[in-house]
């Protein structure tokens, strides 16, 4: 029996055991016959029964051994995977054994971590001695204890991030009986930088040079910096739980506020200029901005008010200001603020229906006080008339100075012009009146342009002070110390004149004149004679203008000059272009007065002729008026013989309308005389103007010129006119004035009217 195993401590495997061998023996009841055998028997049970109870052992034990490796890889799981990084320091400070968790928060593999390398590798310099410090005390007292350090997270042998981390340090003893340090790591990198933010927002709030005031959603001040307490004069504790409008000045109105709350809490945020008052009652200048603190569901919980004092920029920019707006000298208003000023009253003035005058005034005679008495003496005097005249005017009415020795008043709610009057005089008087600098006595007046607004025509501030300008002048021409209102009917003369002539001058340049052809027939033969070249303006904007819109204007004008010619080289370029294409078409082209007295007009003429080798200078005819071929007939005379001389005809244009001398109608070798349409059209109702037309036909037919009537607007006047003698005619019964390309057309079908074929030959 002592050879048998030992049995079972556990009474269970043993009940158990005995069970199965109960039921294996009864199924074989000849084991239980044979009693011969029992020790055997009895042996043999015993280590059957044993051999089951091993066998049930064995099982229990794969069992638990099963739940053990579960249990343990739960563990190592846990343990690898853990928000916190383990490890285990030896007492020479090597990393012995980390989770999987520290390594991934160091940045290494465990392979790295299984060499074992010393903790202090992975702890920022700095913090080398805190570390140390740690550790000795660990393992001095045997106690747990904390610190906080930066690691360095290796990041492919580079320096790698910083993590900020928290230790949690205890003293254990490994398997061998070793002490060894547990560290817990947590990574606090996102709690360190928030502390860090708060930090600096924190001294950001304290050190700030501009005042910070936060509130909360019902305007409570919850807190308030040093600035503030710097720019305001209330400390902390007077301000807390109280509302900004302590700081209140009566500068705003309520208007302000209420846009200022509109802002904060439409957009969130406002800024802006305000004035406070401090506890002294100092009233300051701030900046402001206040900006809405909102939660995520966005309703706002504070409001913060950062602020600077800017009293002192507002001073200066009031001094600057006060320097571009003033005269420094007088100290009245400078041209800027009289552009303004004037403005403003130009707007009240239409607003209220009143008027309002500009008086522009220029001293007389001061450049003498200057030379003579000195600048410091012209000065003075500058200074006592700026006051007097100044005192002289009204309240609401401005006086400005305008530079050297010119004034502006701009006199506003008048009720009509007249009223101006008075205050004009008085500026006059003041101006006048004796000036006493030291022992100089001094006495000088001024000249005075005045003008009014509203006026029939649109008028801006610069016109204004145009008009009034030209109206002194006026003033100073009639004898000075007078005043002049100013007269735009003779200004808008001027005016007109002087925009068309910088126009006319550009639209030459452009190329925007053309000229049109009238043709010039014989109503007997049908015979097309020439044309008659008439210029027009293809204005960009008002389209075809004809010649009384813009010659007139430039009648006196070097431009006529200019233009003329170009007429006449437009005019030979035209012949020859029609010539090339088989059409032989003299033309007739019109000189203005000042063009044909130029001194060297032959010339120039000849210049033209010169420039166009293969026009001959007989298909060009020059229509002169009567008008101005009479006011210097000996040149005019000249010029028409000079020409001749070159083959150029002349033909008397308007003839009629002259004051005509039979004597000078002789002198002149023209070759035509145009009858004036004013006689053609009336011919057939005005019997004083046929006299008139038969009178010149037959004056025609004495002085064996030629005559041609213009002005043709239908058959009976052609009719009548060949009755009266004169077979050429131009007009608009027979061709309204065309462009160039349409005459070779309209002269290959044109055909007189039958009623002028048909009449008889006049004989005269
Ligand atoms: P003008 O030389 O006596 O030219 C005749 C004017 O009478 C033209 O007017 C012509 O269009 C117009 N006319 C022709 N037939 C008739 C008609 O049957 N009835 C009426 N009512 N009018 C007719 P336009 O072109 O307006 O020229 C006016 C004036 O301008 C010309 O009178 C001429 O003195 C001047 N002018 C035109 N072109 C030039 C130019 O190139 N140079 C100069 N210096 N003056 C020119
Ligand atoms: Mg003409
Ligand atoms: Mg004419």
Known sequence: MNTLPTPLASPVLRQQAEAQWQAITQKSPEVETNLAQIDIQSLLHELQVHQIELELQNEELRRARDALDASRTRYVDLYDLAPVGYCSVSESGLLVQANLTLATLLGVTRSTLARQPPFSNFVMQPDQDSWYMLRTQAFRTGQPQTGEMRMRQSSGGGIGTVVWVQLSVTVAQDDARRRVLRIAISDITERKQAEAK?????????CAREGIIITDAKATILDVNLAFTRITGYSHDE??????????????????????WYGL??????????????????????????????????????????????TAIKDHQNQLEHIAHFDALTNLPNRVLLADRLQQAMAQALRRGTQLAVVYLDLDGFKAVNDNQGHGVGDRVLITLARRMK??????DTLARLGGDEFVAVLSDLENSADCLPLVMR?????????????????????LGVTFYPQERDMDADQLLRQADQAMYQAKLAGKNRYHVFDSAQDSHLRIHHESLAHISRALVHGEFVLYYQPK?????????????????????KGLLAPAAFLPVIEDHALAVALGEWVIDTALTQIGRWHVAGLDMPISVNIGARQLQQGDFVDRLKALLAAHPLVSPASLELEVLETSALQDMAQVSQVIEDCAQIGVMFALDDFGTGYSSLT???????????????FVCNMLDDPDDLAILQGVISLAAAFKRQV???????????TLLLQMGCELAQGYGIARPMLPDLLPEWAAHWQPDDAWRRMPWFVT
């Open 664 to 678: 000078y109608l002789k002198q002149l070798h023209v070759t035509l005389l145009k009858i004036d349409q004013s």
């Open 198 to 206: 708060l930090k600096l927002a924190a001294s950001v709030f304290a």
């Open 239 to 260: 301000v807390i739980g109280q509302n900004p409008r302590i700081l209140k000045s009566d500068r705003q109105n309520v208007a302000f506020y209420d846009a200022m």
């Open 521 to 541: 027939v014989n109503m007997r033969t049908g015979k097309v004679i020439g044309a008659e070249a008439l210029i027009r303006w293809q204005h960009p904007y």
């Open 708 to 718: 041609i009537a213009e002005g043709v607007e239908t058959v009976a006047h052609g």
């Open 427 to 447: 500026l006059q008087a003041a101006a006048a009146q004796l000036i006493q600098v030291g022992e100089v006595c001094l006495q000088i007046s001024a000249s």
């Open 265 to 310: 809490t439409a957009q969130g945020h406002w800024s802006g200029e305000i004035w406070n008052h401090g506890k002294n009652g100092r009233v300051y200048a701030e900046l402001l901005t206040i900006s809405a603190v909102r939660d995520a569901l966005g309703i706002t919980q504070q409001y913060v008010g950062l602020f600077s004092d800017i």
């Open 391 to 396: 005192e002289s005017l009204r309240e609401g």
